[in-house]
């Protein structure tokens, strides 16, 4: 599951995306959701995270931490 789709399903805030994917700042978050020369891809190490996140928040509920 790409971040940002994550990010709509469960209405995260920027900062709270960059939270439980183990970011310190929000500026990368922001740079997967954007067209333009800034633009960047999440590894697929996010994608992985984001699925298992939405997995387990579908089955015990949206528990905003960080897990790194």
């Known amino acids: 599951m790409h971040p940002i789709e994550f990010k709509k399903k469960w209405q995260l805030t ?3 995306l960059a ?3 183990g970011y310190q700042s929000d500026y990368t978050v922001r740079c997967w959701g ?3 020369k800034r633009k960047r891809n999440p590894q697929q ?3 992985v995270a984001c699925r298992l996140l939405d997995e387990k928040w579908s089955a015990q509920g949206k528990l905003v ?3 790194l």
Request: glycine share 6%; proline share 0%.
């Open 34 to 36: 954007i067209n333009g």
């Open 19 to 21: 939270q439980v994917l």
């Open 14 to 16: 920027y900062d709270e």
């Open 65 to 67: 931490d960080s897990y």
């Open 45 to 47: 190490v996010v994608y």
